[in-house]
């Protein structure tokens, strides 16, 4: 059974950084991507960056140029690396992993940015 482990959110303000990271424990025997998404109080839960098992990237517009996903296949983890935050990037943060044929998330973590 797989289990993700998030860490790094936390209070910043408008303009500083951030790094979340998701860590999987257990059997990973198959990988198609893995991704954050956030949810802020209000509004649906939106994908803000994806990285597949090919290493493609993607990004919702609101955060490309300042956000960095990458992963580290040795230690089953993948980060989210946050710059130049905004207010607007207040929200409950999660990750989610499509492997093992399966969906797995995060328990998520807050991240608020203040102005």
């Known amino acids: 059974h797989v289990q993700l482990v998030e860490s790094g959110g936390g209070l910043v303000q408008a303009g500083g950084s951030l790094r979340l990271s998701c860590a999987a424990s257990g059997v990973i025997f198959s990988i198609n991507a893995m991704g954050w998404y956030r949810q802020a109080p209000g509004k649906q839960r939106e994908l803000v960056a994806q990285i597949t098992s090919g290493g493609t990237t993607y990004y919702v517009d609101s955060v490309k140029g300042r956000f960095t996903i990458s992963r580290d296949g040795a230690k089953n983890t993948v980060y989210l690396q946050m710059n130049s935050l905004k207010p607007e990037d207040t929200a409950v943060y999660y990750c989610?992993?499509?492997?093992?044929?399966?969906?797995?998330w995060g328990q998520g973590t807050q991240v608020t940015v203040s102005s």
């Open positions: 989610r992993w499509d492997i093992n044929l399966g969906d797995y």
